[in-house]
């Protein structure tokens, strides 16, 4: 069996980007998934004993609504700098803002 399962999901248009969740920043993207949804998603892999990661056009301002449904893994790329990696590096300072701030040292 799998240990974790991660939803990741991402569609881009040239005229509007689609990301996981409910955005909540000023260039209105769409989701796919309301955070009903993906709670519900949390608490099946949880009960299935299985780790839950979730990817799709994540940022930094959906981070902290993301972590509080209980996911294991909020995996992002373009959010913390690395959107054209490795032409572009990873910032720290980006991604100790998508840590969340109970029991972590950034």
Not at 12 to 30: F, N
Request: with cysteine; proline share 4%; aromatic share 6%.
């Amino acid at each position: 069996g799998a240990d974790a399962i991660m939803v990741d999901t991402r569609e881009s248009t040239k005229k509007k980007k689609i990301g996981l969740a409910p955005y909540l920043g000023p260039d209105k993207r769409g989701n796919i998934y309301t955070m009903e949804e993906i709670q519900e998603f949390v608490n099946f892999c949880h009960k299935s004993n299985i780790e839950c990661m979730l990817a799709g056009s994540v940022q930094i301002s959906q981070a902290a609504t993301l972590w509080s449904t209980g996911c294991d893994v909020i995996a992002v790329r373009g959010a913390i700098g690395g959107r054209n990696y490795p032409k572009e590096k990873v910032k720290r300072e980006l991604v100790a803002q998508m840590i969340p701030s109970q029991g972590l040292n950034a």
